[in-house]
């Protein structure tokens, strides 16, 4: 039976590739960047209903999508329970 990488296997937080942290870093601030736009379109303009909605829901992607990347760009590992090499 061959061995196994036990201490492998237990890791919780794998490192990424140097690559994928390189390309999370500008990707984090562009996300950011839309984020403050979208929170100041939101602010300052008077909107009908359905795009303080969309404006809204916008707003909301930005913040989701903001946390892995800038994670991954200043931690350089992948978040748990976000493998999506698997």
Avoid at 16 to 32: C, D, K, N
């Amino acid at each position: 039976m061959p061995e196994r990488n036990v201490r492998g296997m237990s890791d919780a937080q794998p490192r990424t590739h140097v690559v994928i942290r390189v390309l999370a870093m500008p990707l984090s601030l562009l996300l950011f960047a839309a984020f403050v736009q979208q929170c100041f379109v939101l602010i300052s303009e008077p909107h009908k209903v359905e795009s303080v909605f969309l404006h809204i829901a916008n707003t909301l992607l930005f913040a989701f999508l903001f946390w892995p990347f800038s994670y991954v760009a200043v931690k350089g590992k992948a978040p748990r329970r976000w493998l999506p090499f698997q």
